[in-house]
Every structure is written in structure tokens, then in C-alpha cells.
């Protein structure tokens, strides 16, 4: 028996190896490489000791429910944890109405499954999260791009992009966003235009998915915490999925996200989950609560974004001294990327061989592009090196540049 | 905006509260309820002092990837211990064809998502588990039952549903066997059906996907070791989907199963994982790994052997006692369940109620049924309870059939 094709669904021709998973790869298989390319948080800004204390006190046994199953929708002390974080956000959100996930990606493909229909769009920013075009391909959506500028998605391309695929008789169910220091540019989308998309969306009558994971990351010398705002917050009409994540503010091995939205739409996602793995790991949403209760996120969090902050530093002036001629890019707001456009004519594709020979790797921009574009970008992470990696993996990337341009020259 | 109905996908249609994790709902909405509803294993059997200390050397900080991202298909160690747990059970594995799920639940998910497409049949055991129905209906299969004897399913009338949905035009992907004290009924398949059931899938050219969660919890008195190998350890053809998990052994607080099987599909299910949850939790990964390397499985997996056995005698003689009369059933050979027949035409829908209000419930049986028959019997699952609770049960359910009986005589 060798041919296993009859067997496929039509579904898992959607499927593609991820581009990011891939550079994972290559850099599991490598001694010596700087990697730019997934976006890790930091290992050493793990919260350890309060992780190591609580995981002593949970597994001492007097309450079994910390290895059993759990509810689908989560373990509810964590799900009045998540609304409370919502609510410092400004959010006004129902436990009823949250859903613990298995990472936020769980989120996008449970929202996935029940939103999109094949040939359904999704409107999305030109460029846009991999994993959330992942999902939603895997789902059969059609991805329709729309162009960014530097306070977000460009409206009036929304309007045009919109109006041309309703003329062509295509159903548009939502629209998904990266407000806050977006994967990847690291932009954020302004106030104002939050308050127009609202609108917009209304009009139009389309979904909005609201990815969030960064929001707490934002640099205090470039970013007001009121610029996050999320959209969720200002939703009066019961139209925004929003979603969020303890991966980047306590750690990503414990994969535990959440998303807030209408309750018609949740509870069929609560559904979809008892399909998909029946409950997000347990030890983990209680690791999770405890270090909520405990007060974790207000003490750790302020340390993460300074220390994340002087990574970007690190990372800005090191691509200023080496590179500042050969490539530019808009300073980070928040988050873990800066992304950065190649000079004369140099694409991300065809660099990455020569960054690999000198021992650097990063994502290529056309990952990011559902249409396809965006050849001369590059996402450079910053989150998980230390300055000194940081520093000599832009001295690699100046060399490969060096490469790319003699060859180019012979 | 009232109406999202429109948002909402076709595939959404077909999903459905799961009736056991209904009965969860209530077991944690009631104060003293005797559960013989959810499968859960006894927390008293979790082997919480070894995962105490294991935990506290793995969050030290030492090694930065205990809570960082891992590769989708699974932390590489412990994708070799469960090839080591697979050769074990007389299978010849490869680590490459071998990709960690999130609970096996998450198998049967990503299973579905590649092979079926809406309509497609996949023929299932009456009854047969309701994880695999709801994963399989979620994607939209056509779920055609065969009927069951003591031995397992029924091969001639696997012959005849078969060539009546191929005579319908209809496209027959996968057998669906849970071999080995099978839930809801305990039963196994006879090693002589196996070889059967292998040689006539291989006629009809589908696959078997084979779910044996309960593999290592067979009763020594009256089932040898060796009647528990999997159809997968005799799959000459690449044929079998092989599923299994660690949630009865060790516990299902952390979230994690396996899938081996053909590269062609096991491929593609890593790509679906990477849209579902970009990878299972990495602590709970470790947790797992560290336990299999420091032999726990060899050490504790007798001792919950014989102490289900223990709680199955109690049940099943607590029943004989109380019950012998009013409920027939064949004394499960390992697992979790004691599937029981109700005599005298009372229904386990017309029964519940009574036994929900003398303070014990089950799951009834036509939840298992994919074609809605099996109103007789209900499964009383004797995993969870001390033994003292068992025999409270049963007592509250013979109650509870007094009262049945007394309404139907008023």
C-alpha cells in the first residue's frame, strides 16, 4: 500500500509546512546559529522560582483536580483571572463568554472552524500572522490582503478591497487584526482608526478578530499604555473575537490562551474543543492561576518590558552601525520584531542562504504577505537572544549582505 | 447584532454538547453525587510524588526550553520513550512516524481533519466511543455502525454494511476499533479477529484507525498480557492508525497522547497540529518524558492494574448483591467500564432522572450508539470512585430503579 492519497480529505490540501516551524527546525539541527526567527519570549525572563514554588505546592496532592480532566471552557478561578486581566484592558467581559485555550493559536483555528466555510474571506493586513493565515487557510478561507501604513490597515484600501469582493459575490466573514505591535512590523494601530474600523466593521456587518498577545509588551519611551486599547473594549455591537495569551508574559510551554467574544460564537468554539483535545492542559491553567492570584503578572510584567525594550535597543543600534545604509525599518512600539526592508533589490529569500552560511536566520517577509508579496522584507526577532547574540548576529547579517552583494557583482 | 447565524460556518452545524462532559457539568454544579459518569482515573493513583520532584528539578531555570516553544511533533526524547512503549506492545515503530497529541483526543481530531471529507463513512463498533464520534462527526463524517459480539465487532455484518454503503456510491476511509477493553463495554477484540479484521481491510482497501488508550490496564485475572496486542504490531500493509495516550497510566491533566502510523498521513496531521496548537504543553512534555526515563511506567502501572481490578470487583459484586436481578453485564477485562443492560424495558433516559435525584449518575448508552439505538443500557464507570463510594452508588441506584418502578406501577 504506497499510495495514501485516496485517503486525504480535499481539507488537508490546505495544509502547509509553516515557514517559522521550518526555521525552528533549522535551528534545532544547528551548532552555531543566531536565530531572528521564531518569536520565543526570552528563556532567562521566565518567571522560574515562582513557577518551581507553586508547581511544589499544587503537585503536593491534597487536591487531585490538578491532574484530572477539566472543564472545556477552563478552569473557572482562571477564567475570572482572564476577565479580570480583560478588564484592566478596558474590556467589560463575561467569564460566560470566555474560553480557555491550548495557546492562543487554538483560539484562531477554533474560531477557524466554526466561522469559515471554504471559499469564505477573511480580510486581513498586508503583511499578517503566519499562524493566523495557517488557520485559516487550513479552513479553506480565501485570504484577501489589505495594505498597512504606519498607524495601521489603510482604510480607504479596506473600503476598495471590500466593495470589490462583494462585487464578485465572495462572503466576507470577518476582518482580523494585530492592533497592538502587530507580528510582524511591531506596529500598532492608532486610536482613531480603532474607532473607524469599529464603524466600519458595523457597516459592512463583518466579524472582527482581535489578536492580542502582545498588548502588555508595549516600550514605555515610545509607547502610552492607552494607545493599546484594544478594540474589544469599545465593541457596543457584539462584533469583535478577541484573543490573548500567557505565552508572552509567563511562558509559552504552558499553552494557555483565551478568547472573549459573543455567546453564540463561543459556545460553538466551547464545542469545537471537546472535539479537539477536550481541555487545555490542566497542571498548566493552575500553574497559570496561581500566578495570577499571586500577583505575578503586575511585579514580572514591568521588568519584561524594559528588558524587552533594550533588546530593540540593542538590535536598532547594532543594525544602525552595520547596516543603517543597506536596510531601514520603523523602530518597534511594543512586541518582538522589527521588521525591516532590504535595499537594492535584495530579496529575503534570496539572502537567507548566505545568513545561514555565516550562522544568522530570520523569517522572510513573503511568509507574512497572503498575496504573495512582500520579497524585500525580513522579520528580525529580538525577544529571545541575549544582547550579545543580538549584536554578533547583525554583524553575521552584515556579512551575508557582503556575500549576497559579491556574488551579485561576479 | 443579534443574529450570528450568518457568521457562522456549515462544518459548526455539526457540532454537539458531548453528553458525557454534560454530566461532568452536572457532577460539578451538585454537592454529594456518587459519578460513575466520566471516565476519569482515581487521583489518588497519580503518582504525585514523583511528578513533585520532577518538577522541581525541571523548573530550576537551567534548562531554558522546559517553558519555551517546542517542535510540533513533540519533544524528541519523548517521542523515543513512546516508540520504547510501542515496542513494548509488539510494534515495530519509527520516532518519524510518531507525532505527540495534545490528549489523544487531539489524534482523533487531527485524524479526522485530514481524511475525512463531509459525507465520507467511517465505520464504527455499536457502541463505540464518544470522543471519536464528536471528533469525526466535527468534520463532518457520515459515522455507519456494526454490531458488536463478546469477541468484538461482527465480521459478517462488517461485510454486509460495507458493501451496502459502497452499493450507495459512498466512500468507506476508515474502520474505527477500540481493541482493547473497549470503551463503553470492556470487551476486546479476540486475537483471531484482529488477524481477521487486518486481512479484510486490507481487501477492502481502508485504513484502521486503532484507539488503545486502555492497552496497559488489563485485569491478570482473567486476561493475559498477550491478548492485548494491537492490530498495529501484525500492520504489514501501512493500514493502521495507532493512538494511544498517557492519560490513564500517568494522568490527563497533562495533555498527552500519540499517533503513529503511515508517513503520508502522520505528515500532514503535524502540519494540521501546527494550525491547531502549534505544539502539545512542553512542561507537561517533560514531566511525562523525565517519568518514562526514571522507569515509573514499569514501577506504577501494575499497581493501577490491580487496584481497578480491586474497585471492578467491588462494583461488579456490589451490583450482584443489589442488583442481579434488574441489570445484566459482562464483567469488564480491564479498563475503566462496566456496561450494564437494564432489565424490564426501563431506558437509561427515563432511568436517570430518579438516579440523578438519589445522588448518582452514569452515562447513558445510547450515547455511544451511532445510529441511536442502545436505549437499554448505561455505563457505569468504576475508575474515579473510593470503594466505599462504588458501593454507595449502587445502592442509590437500586433506589433509584425502585422509584422507575414504582412510577410505572402508579
Redesign the interface.
Known sequence: ?TN??S??????GH????AI?QM??VL?GAKDIVSFA?G??A??A?P??A??AI??EL???SD?????????HGYRPLREDIVEIMRGRGIDPHSDRTLVT??S??GL?LL??????PG?VILMELPSYT?AI??F???GADLVGVRQESDGINLEHLDATAARVRRDGRTI??LYLVPNFQNPTGLMIGLDKRAALLDWA?RQ?V?VIEDDPYRDLYFVDVTREEETRPLAADDA???VLYLSSF?KTL?????LGWVHG?A??VS?ME??K???????????QR?VHEACKRGLLATHVPGLRAYYQRKRDVMSHALERTLGDRLSWTPPRGGFFLWAALAGGVTGEALLPAARARGVIYVTGSAFFVDGSGQEFIRLSFSAPTPERIEEGVRRLALALDDVRAQVRL
Chains 1, 2 share one sequence.
Open positions: 500500500m495514501y492519497d485517503f486525504l480529505s480535499r481539507a488537508s495544509l502547509k509546512q509553516s516551524r525552528g527546525m534545532a521564531p520565543y519570549p528563556e532567562d521566565f522560574w522560582d513557577f518551581r508547581a511544589q503537585l503536593g496532592g487531585g483536580s490538578v491532574l484530572q480532566y477539566g472543564p472545556t491550548t495557546g493559536q487554538q483555528d477557524a472552524r466554526v466561522l469559515i466555510d469564505d499562524g495557517t488557520a487557510r487550513a479552513a466573514k470577518a458595523s456587518d466579524l455591537d457584539g462584533r505565552s511562558a509559552p510551554g504552558l499553552r459573543p453564540a460564537i460553538k464545542m469545537a471537546q472535539a479537539d483535545d477536550l481541555c487545555s492542559g490542566v497542571l498548566d500553574l
